[in-house]
């Protein structure tokens, strides 16, 4: 599904937005590392897998950005070109995957981290809902990596099994526990809920594109762009709003 | 835009502006981490996002140093010789706004924390300046990327209406609120108003260049020192003014 | 034993997992050293510990991830191609046994410490540990380095002497030492002698490949597989149990 | 000035004093972060101004560096012959008037923050001193880019005038405040003034040399050493002076 | 000395020893870093000159690293045939004492700050060995550096007699302080002595070799080996011995 050529316009276009992510990321971590003294310790946990989670994507996006700069090469002056797939040097597409595979799961455990509920209850959202993450991408997997348009929707499938459930279960159990979040964080809570949806519905509709037929250069780059705003909404944002809530309770708890 | 050729003096030029820019962000940033337990935790919001500010600004120098040093190439013994555009490396222009989409309503924040306004008053001005500040960039993206003097005027005069709001809501703001400031800071809270008007009027300046048919490599070199010189003035020198301002504050309330 | 070739599948395979190896590690790390201050300062030295070592996997891996680049190449283009030995490079397969020689005794230090047991017994166990780990990958190096599957049996043999020692007094002083630990961690320590046996007997299956004639490239790619998931195992993955039971046995000691 | 060949020898020769002055910058900041607790607040912002200093220069050394690698090449076995300027490769001999713009008015900042005067004459010197500083850099670069030996001595005029008005002030009030300052640190802020004359003299020395006529690669790799050495005395072990000075005074203050 | 040729397995034996001095002595660092806390602040200025030496050291390894990787190549594929010296590319052996310049004072100082004498025999003890050991590196390199073992010879008998009169010192002045040491340390400093003088004896052997006519790349190889297992001895474990006793002693200061 990588295109061929590049116009030079669509190069930079997909240069810049993988550079944005990069900065994002990187600096949400450390935002979050300077600003965590001004958090409750009770609130800190989630403050740290916030800080790892964007700190694991701006690893993962320093090295995608290298493998886009070396994948396609203009030969002229300026770059002014179209740009080609480079000799020996592919883009990886595989990398998200990796990238996923560890943070998917940590952005759940975030999440139930800040609202802070029993201890009894924490535990089992967390013994269903990781290994359902884990699932999902290790599904996703073969079906991302196949050039068979069956496999890819077969695989597609399956892993839609699992995000259908996270989904279900994120969704009963925010909506549950809002009752007994103070008022300050409520509405905040409430929304970050379309965030998720917003945000992780990107993936599996990317993952479609190939099967609908939408393929080209175009297609391609608006992909990318779609997965880098998703990214940022997905774990820069959504770290923000966390910090926020640990902020509203911190202030809640001890004014 | 990018001239053909460079003699060297003009490239050592660029190349001596663009590392100190990255000096001058980096150890700013380095500074205000270390310095900032010298200030009372209500103020630290204001320093932690100017760490931030700067941080960003580094790490996006960084790549503006890199693809300079790539996009330009002699093939004259020690560098002695012109310098023409590289094969297949252009000087990456868009990638300034990438930086300003993070950092301009991170240094609107950056001032807003500083005053330490009513909490209402605060969430009011944050809501009109940073949704004006990101609509600026966004708007003057395109022009910028088009070889078009038209799309070029008009995509610059359409980003010039928020910035010109933007202005407006800052200076009335500022002058307002400085009665409520301590007298020890009020001086400078006043002069950080034409640190703003004077850096921040480099960039609507420096687009217009172009449509004056100012070109030539005099014109860009030229270009490339004054976004150098501004980025200084309103990222690294206006944190440090923040830190003066907090310094005091501080004082001010625990002496 | 390296392939004289991969297919571009396998090439990306191995490359995913070495560089899952390098996020794994790493952040595993940056999370130990923001969680520390949650752990009493009597329980420090275990985790102080867990985040050298996952450094100095991370350092290594970084290495082997370059190293793994380098040494395989595509002439086609996208790097669709198969993937040849460079001119030049290789894959340093002796490079994990420097990194074990670090590792190991510090792994077996890290549960020694945990454990908090009365200082005589702890001082015994480590002059008896530390010595038959380092003869143990000592006697391993030469084995692996050798072409000759006879040196190479030979020094297997010799290096599985210490190998049993070690898991020997490892189990029989772990299951000792459950009856003295707060009944809150008991469970997961005995657990943690399974991840052990797991985890590193990994290792020594991988050095028998070769003797059993497993050879080719989709054995060698199983076997980068088997190690990659395996450091993560005995590394990362144990120091956050690590990191459990001190956060439990802090939490018993001062609740 | 810069020389078309140099020996092995003399290449070596540069290159380990560079490095020499990256590992000495770089290790002094390491050394007074993690040394700074051990000094009183009120002595700190001296300290950190050392850190930024000495941490600005390892950054410039880094550069220059990384310029004099690339600017000479030898095509002997082993770099055993002759280096010869390389092709599209200049060494940048303006990067340290970059470095000094930035550190020299730090270095007089450092100064006056350890003496702790009376604010008000804090103020007056920073008047003062700083913008002299600036001058005599800002005056001294037209003089160090031109190829005119009259252009190099008229502007080493210039630039010298600011440089004596700042030698006068800093020795008329060092031996000033001298009768202020505790007398465990006297003797050594006298000698001080003798360090700061001996290191800062190196500079119009070394700018001196084209205009007397004393080229050649010998000239010049002695010109190098004595950069490398007076900046180390300048910046690494000023700085180290100026922490044993505030480490007294912090005894002196609270023993 | 250095030899025109080298099998892939010594290229692969110095490669793996540089990599493993380099681990050492960064993770030394950042152990110190993490436990520093644990140490009374009395006994911390011996802990922050370790940080700072193995800092150096690591600093100085990675450059060595790098400079063995460039000068030597293999063009058979895999790197699988012999290394010759690449063209423009030289091992530089002088690296060495530009480490030791700034390592060897600091060890000795670091010895005498975890000693805690008082503070006259402290002074004494500086001014006597740190003059000797600058002199004896510098006497050293030019002898390092020369083809001719004439030369060679006169500046080791030069340099060996700073480096018997620190022995000297150091023997005395340790073996007469045991007495004032507290009783749970003194076998360690005893033991200390024994550590010194076994790491440091290696390299004034090293330094005979070629005067011995030892030449050939076995012996080179194993050389190599000899520094890289001395600098690990003489900072990085010596550096965990001093931490030891500082633990120690903090623990009889404070139980
Ligand atoms: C349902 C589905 C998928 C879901 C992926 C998701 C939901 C990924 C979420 C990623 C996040 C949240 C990243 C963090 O930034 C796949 C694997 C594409 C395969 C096709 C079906
Ligand atoms: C009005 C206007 C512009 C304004 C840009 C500004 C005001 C940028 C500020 C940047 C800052 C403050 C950077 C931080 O260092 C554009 C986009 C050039 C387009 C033309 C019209
Ligand atoms: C018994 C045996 C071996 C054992 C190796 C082990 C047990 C390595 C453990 C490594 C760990 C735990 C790394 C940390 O991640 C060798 C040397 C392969 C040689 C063959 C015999
Ligand atoms: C008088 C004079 C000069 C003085 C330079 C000085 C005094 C530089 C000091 C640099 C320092 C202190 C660096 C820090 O390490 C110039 C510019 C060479 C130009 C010629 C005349
Ligand atoms: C006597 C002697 C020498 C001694 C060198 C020493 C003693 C170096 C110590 C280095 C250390 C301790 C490094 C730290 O890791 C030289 C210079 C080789 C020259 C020949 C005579
Ligand atoms: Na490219
Ligand atoms: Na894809
Ligand atoms: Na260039
Ligand atoms: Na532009
Ligand atoms: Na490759
Ligand atoms: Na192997
Ligand atoms: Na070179
Ligand atoms: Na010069
Ligand atoms: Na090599
Ligand atoms: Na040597």
Not at 33 to 40: D, T
Not at 46 to 72: L, M, N, P, Q, W
Not at 165 to 191: D, E, G, H, M, N
Request: hydrophobic fraction near 55%; glycine fraction near 6%.
């Amino acid at each position: 599904m990588i295109p061929d050529t590049l116009t030079q316009g669509q190069y930079d276009t997909v240069y810049n937005f993988l550079s944005l992510v990069i900065a994002s990321q990187l600096f949400t971590a450390v935002f979050l590392v300077i600003a965590m003294p001004r958090i409750l310790p009770r609130y800190r946990q989630a403050i740290t897998v916030a800080i790892v989670v964007c700190g694991i994507a701006a690893y993962h996006y320093f090295r995608i950005f290298d493998s886009f700069k070396e994948a396609f090469v203009s030969d002229a002056a300026g770059g002014a070109g179209v740009y080609t797939q480079a000799v020996g040097a592919s883009f990886n597409e595989g990398y998200r995957y990796v990238d996923w595979l560890l943070t998917v799961p940590l952005l759940l455990l975030e999440l139930i981290a800040i609202l802070a509920l029993a201890r009894k209850v924490q535990t089992s959202l967390l013994l269903r809902l990781l290994p359902a993450a884990a699932l999902m991408i290790i599904l996703g997997y073969p079906g991302e990596m196949s050039d068979d348009n069956m496999v890819r929707g077969i695989f597609g499938l399956l892993s839609t099994i699992p995000f259908l459930y996270i989904l279900f279960v994120l969704f009963t159990q925010l909506t549950k526990s809002l009752a007994s979040q103070p008022a300050s964080v409520r509405r905040t809570l409430s929304q970050l809920r379309f965030l998720i949806l917003l945000s992780w519905g990107v993936y599996p509709i990317a993952f479609l594109l190939p099967i609908l037929n939408i393929e080209g250069s175009d297609a391609w780059v608006a992909m990318q762009v779609g997965y880098s705003v998703a990214d940022i909404l997905a774990k820069a944002v959504y770290a923000l709003i966390i910090f926020y809530v640990a902020r509203m309770k911190s202030y809640d708890d001890d004014p």
